[in-house]
C-alpha cells in the first residue's frame, strides 16, 4: 500500500493494490469511496438501480437458479494483458444503460482487459470497437467477438468479417443458446427484450441482415417488434453447430481439442483438469473476488471471464462504475498475491489449494484423549 515503495520499479505492471489506498484516503479529500464491491451489497445496489426486467434479466439462471450461488499478467490469444481477467459477452447491455455496450467497451480498453463483445450485443459492432479504443487512449483495446452462428452463413461471414475489419481477434463460439433456460421471473413477466424492439442494433445494421429485412417485408422503424424477433430467432435458436463456450463434458472437451480450437471456456470447475495440457483454458461462472480468480488458476484455468460484476457496476454508475468493479477485483487479485506470497500467476498450481488427504495424524492416533467433549 505505500506508493514511494522503491519495489514498484521491479514491478511489470501497476500497482493496483494502491487503488485501496486511494479510497482509504479519500474521506480527507471530503470524498467517499464510489460504492461497496462486496458481492452482496453490488447485488442489492444494482437491484436497487435497475428496472425490474433488468433486473431479473441480469439475475435469473434456469430452473431454481441453483447455479447462481456459484504480478497479475498474463497473455491470451497472442496478447499480453494486464490480469488474467477479462469481461466475458453479456448480450443487450441497453438493459442495463442507455449507452449499452459502449461505456463497458471504454472501461475495459483502459486498463487494457480483454473485452468480448456478444453477437446478441445492443450497439454496432464497429461503434463498441471504436469506443474500447478510446477507451484504451489510442493504443488499442484487446478484444474478442463472441458469435451466435446464424441460420444463414451470408449473414454469419458478414458479422465475422466486420468484427475482423474492427480489431476483434479471437471469435468465441457459444454453442448453448439453441435453447433457453426456463426463467420463472422473465417467462411471469414476458421479458424478453428483442420481441420489444429492444437489443437489436447488432443486427439492424448489418448489411445483410438489411436485406433479410427487406425480403420479409419488415420496417425496423415502424415494426421494431418484428424486426428484433427475425433477428434473436435467427441467431440465438434452433442452430447448435458452432464450438467453444458453454457447458463441457469431457467427450465435448476431447473433440474440441481434435478439431483444433485454440482454447475452451469451462464454466465447471471440476471440468478443468480434464484437458488442460493439451489447450488454453478459460473459466467463467461466479467469479465475485480474487480468491475464485485464484482457485479457477489453481485448479488449471489460464484465465478467467467476469460477467454479472461488470453488469452491476454498469447499471449503478454507467463506464465508471463497470471501471471500480474491475479496478476493485485487480486490486483484491494483487493483495491475495502479495499476501500469499506469490510473484505472479503463473506461480499458481494445483498445490495451493489444500483439497487433499490430511497429512496430519487425527487425534486418537497421535494418543490424545478421546474425549472430544471440548471440542
Ligand atoms: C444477463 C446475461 C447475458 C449473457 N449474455 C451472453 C451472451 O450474449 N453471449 C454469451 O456467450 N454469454 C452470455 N452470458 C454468459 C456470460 O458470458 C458468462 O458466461 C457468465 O455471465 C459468467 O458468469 P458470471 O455472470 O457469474 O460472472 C450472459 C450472462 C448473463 C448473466
New binding site residues.
Given amino acids: 500500500m505505500d506508493p514511494h515503495n522503491p519495489n514498484r520499479a521491479l514491478r511489470s505492471t501497476p500497482q493496483y493494490a494502491l487503488y485501496q489506498r486511494e479510497n482509504f484516503w479519500k474521506s480527507n479529500e471530503g470524498e467517499a469511496p464510489l460504492f461497496s464491491t462486496d458481492p452482496g451489497k453490488l447485488e442489492d445496489l444494482a437491484k436497487a438501480k435497475l428496472t425490474q426486467d433488468g433486473w431479473y434479466?441480469?439475475?435469473s439462471?434456469a430452473g431454481q437458479s441453483h447455479t447462481?450461488t456459484?504480478d497479475t499478467a498474463t497473455t491470451i490469444f497472442g496478447h499480453r494483458v494486464p490480469a488474467p481477467i477479462g469481461f466475458?459477452?453479456?448480450?443487450?447491455n441497453k438493459?442495463y444503460h442507455a449507452a449499452g455496450e459502449l461505456p463497458v467497451a471504454r472501461a475495459a480498453g483502459g486498463p487494457g482487459l480483454p473485452y468480448?463483445l456478444?453477437?446478441?450485443?445492443s450497439q454496432p459492432i464497429e461503434h463498441v470497437a471504436a469506443a474500447n479504443d478510446d477507451g484504451a487512449s489510442g493504443t488499442g483495446g484487446v478484444r474478442f467477438f463472441?458469435l451466435?452462428m446464424p441460420h444463414d452463413d451470408e449473414l454469419t461471414r458478414s458479422l465475422l468479417e466486420r468484427a475482423v475489419s474492427s480489431g476483434f481477434t479471437a471469435c468465441?463460439l457459444?454453442f448453448?443458446?439453441w435453447q433457453l433456460g426456463w426463467r420463472h421471473n422473465d417467462i411471469a413477466t414476458s421479458n424478453y427484450a428483442f420481441y420489444h424492439g429492444i437489443g437489436a442494433d447488432l443486427g439492424l445494421s448489418d448489411l445483410v441482415f438489411q436485406k433479410r429485412l427487406k425480403e420479409h417485408g419488415i420496417d425496423p422503424k415502424k415494426q421494431p417488434n418484428e424486426a428484433g424477433s427475425l433477428w434473436i430467432d435467427n441467431v440465438w435458436h434452433g442452430r447448435a453447430h458452432t464450438w467453444e463456450?458453454a457447458q463441457w463434458s469431457v467427450k465435448d472437451a476431447e473433440k474440441a481439442v481434435d478439431i483444433g480450437v485454440d482454447g475452451i471456456?469451462v464454466?465447471t470447475p471440476k471440468r478443468l483438469p480434464v484437458v488442460g495440457d493439451k489447450t488454453y483454458i478459460m473459466f467463467?461462472?461466479?467469479?465475485?473476488s480474487a480468491s475464485d480468480v485464484f482457485k479457477a488458476l489453481a485448479l488449471g484455468a489460464k484465465f478467467v471471464?467476469?460477467?454479472?460484476?461488470w453488469?452491476w457496476g454498469l447499471s449503478i454508475m454507467g463506464e465508471v462504475g463497470v471501471w471500480h468493479v474491475m479496478k476493485s477485483l485487480l486490486a483484491d487479485l494483487d493483495i491475495l498475491l502479495n499476501v500469499g506470497g506469490y510473484r505472479n500467476v503463473g506461480e499458481i498450481g494445483r498445490s495451493a489449494l489444500d483439497s487433499g488427504p490430511k497429512d496430519y495424524p487425527l487425534l486418537v492416533e497421535s494418543g490424545a484423549p478421546q474425549n472430544h467433549s471440548a471440542y
Wanted: aromatic fraction near 8%; charge should be positive.
Fill in positions: 434479466y441480469a439475475s439462471n447462481h456459484r466475458a459477452p453479456v448480450g443487450i438493459i468480448c456478444s453477437t446478441a450485443g463472441q451466435y468465441i457459444t448453448d443458446t463456450k471456456v464454466s467463467d461462472s461466479g467469479v465475485r471471464f467476469v460477467g454479472r460484476l453488469i
